[in-house]
C-alpha cells in the first residue's frame, strides 16, 4: 500500500537530476536538465512542482554543496533557545505528529523480546520506504532507494531482535499518509514510539526542537542535552536514530558546514534538505 503512487518516482527523477547537477559546477538550464531525463521541458517543470513546489533552478541552489553552510549561516537553530522562542512543545516540534512516547531503559534492554512490530512497505517523497510501528506508534522509518531492501530490512529488524515482526501495512497506512504529508486532513496524526538507550533517546528529542527548514549541529545538540564533551557520542546516537525523516537527523550537520554522514546515504539527506529548505520558503 503506498502512501503516494508518484512520490517514489518523483524522488527517482530529483534522484538522477542530483547526480548530474553534482557532476557540473555550473546550473544546468531546464532544457538540458529535461533533455537528459528524456523529458520535455514542460513534463519535467510539471514534476519539479509536484514534488517540491520550485522551479528546477531554484532548487539547484538548495542542492549545491554549499547549501549546508548557507544554511549554517541563515536557518541555524540553537537548541537551548528554542523553547523561549516557542518552537518546542507539541505544536512545532514537527507538523506531522503530536506526540511522541520512550520505550523504559528495562525495555530496551530486553531487545523487543514481548513487542509486536507491525511493518509494510510505502512510497515516500525520497523513495521506497520500510515504516515499523508498534501499537503505540512508529518506531521505525528506512529508506532503500540508496541501498535495498533487503539490506533496510535487515537494518531495522536488527535493532530489536527479539520482537515479533508481523507485515501489516493496512494497520500502518492511516500514519503513513500522516508522516509523509498527505493533504486529507482525515487521517489521524502520527505518533511516534521512540526505542532506544537513555542517551540516544535525549538526543533524539533534541532532534525533535530543530523545526523544518532549519539546521543544527552536532556541538548544539550536545550542549542542549547537557553534555558538552560528548560530541562524538552524540554524532553517533544521530546516526543510530531509527525514525528517519520523522526524527529529523538529517538536520544535524558539521560545525564546519558539511553534511556530515546518513545511514541512508548522503543523497537522501541532501534531497531531503533541499525538499524541506524549499517548501519552508514556497
Known amino acids: 500500500m503506498n502512501a503516494e503512487p508518484n512520490q517514489s518516482y518523483h524522488y527517482h527523477v530529483m534522484r538522477r537530476a542530483i547526480d548530474l547537477i553534482d557532476q557540473d559546477d555550473a546550473q544546468l538550464s531546464l532544457d538540458k536538465l529535461a533533455g537528459e531525463m ?5 513534463h519535467f517543470q510539471r514534476l519539479f512542482s509536484a514534488w517540491v513546489g520550485v522551479s528546477p533552478k531554484r532548487y539547484q541552489q ?27 512543545g507539541g505544536g512545532r516540534l514537527h507538523d506531522l505528529f503530536l506526540r511522541w512516547e520512550a520505550m523504559t531503559p528495562g525495555e530496551f534492554a530486553r531487545k523487543g523480546e514481548g513487542l509486536n512490530i507491525y511493518w509494510g512497505w510505502f512510497d515516500s517523497p525520497f523513495g521506497l520506504s520500510l515504516v515499523m510501528a508498534t501499537e503505540k506508534g512508529i518506531c521505525g522509518i528506512g529508506f532503500a532507494s540508496e541501498t535495498s531492501e533487503e539490506a533496510t530490512m535487515e537494518d531495522l529488524v536488527s ?5 515479533e515482526f508481523v507485515e501489516d501495512p493496512m494497520m500502518l497506512r492511516p500514519w503513513v499518509l500522516a508522516a509523509y504529508g498527505a493533504p486529507d486532513q482525515q487521517h489521524e496524526a502520527a505518533p511516534l514510539y521512540l526505542i532506544g538507550a537513555p542517551f540516544q533517546i535525549k538526543v533524539w528529542e533534541a532532534l525533535l526542537q530543530i523545526p523544518s527548514g532549519q539546521v543544527t549541529t552536532y556541538s548544539e545538540i550536545a550542549q542542549a542535552i547537557g553534555k558538552p564533551r560528548a560530541v562524538r557520542a552524540v554524532g553517533t546516537a544521530v546516526g543510530r536514530n531509527p525514525v528517519s525523516f520523522l526524527i529529523p537527523c538529517h538536520r544535524a550537520l558539521r560545525k564546519s558546514g558539511g553534511l556530515g554522514g546518513y545511514h541512508w546515504g548522503l543523497p537522501v539527506k541532501r ?12
Do not use: C, N, V
Not at 535493532?159 to 520482537?163: E, G, H, S, V, Y
Open 159 to 163: 535493532r530489536w531482535p527479539k520482537a
Open 38 to 42: 528524456g523529458m520535455s521541458p514542460a
Open 62 to 88: 538548495y542542492l549545491t554543496l554549499g547549501h549546508a553552510k548557507a544554511l549554517l549561516a541563515d536557518q541555524f537553530t540553537t537548541l537551548q533557545t528554542a523553547d523561549a522562542a516557542g518552537l518546542s
Open 271 to 282: 534531497a531531503i534538505l533541499a525538499w524541506e529548505s524549499a517548501r519552508a520558503e514556497a
